[in-house]
């Protein structure tokens, strides 16, 4: 079946970097797009970051814009979430998800996402 596992998630100090990595089994990434959400204490979940099925178009929430990367490893069937200059407003626990889009070049529609991992928390603090 669809399983996503994050890891990487930790403590670090406002500017520092962290890399996050969502495995994935039961499927190969090559027909689905992987967007990064977050969630804050007491706040909606956001949609972070994707990363098509298609031809690997990216998009960011303004929040994280020139700070984060998301990139895939299709012979790994990995994603990985590279984020630089964190934040304290980064704090969060961050999840991977996925859903069938058939190759679509979009990654956009958040709602769609219908494969969850467990998440994996970070906090930026000093």
């Known amino acids: 079946q669809v399983q996503l596992v994050e890891s990487g998630g930790g403590l670090v100090q406002p500017g520092g970097s962290l890399r996050l990595s969502c495995a994935a089994s039961?499927?190969?990434?090559?027909?689905?797009?992987i967007g990064w959400f977050r969630q804050a204490p007491g706040k909606e979940r956001e949609g972070v970051s994707c990363i098509s099925s298609s031809d690997g178009s990216t998009s960011y929430a303004d929040s994280v814009k020139g700070r984060f990367t998301i990139s895939r490893d299709n012979a790994k069937n990995t994603v990985y979430l590279q984020m630089n200059s964190l934040k304290p407003e980064d704090t969060a626990v961050y999840y991977c998800?996925?859903?069938?889009?058939?190759?679509?070049?979009?990654?956009?529609?958040?709602?769609?996402?219908?494969?969850w991992g467990q998440g994996t928390q970070v906090t930026v603090s000093s």
């Open positions: 039961g499927f190969t990434l090559d027909y689905y797009a």
């Open positions: 998800a996925t859903y069938l889009a058939y190759g679509a070049p979009f990654c956009e529609e958040w709602g769609r996402y219908d494969y």
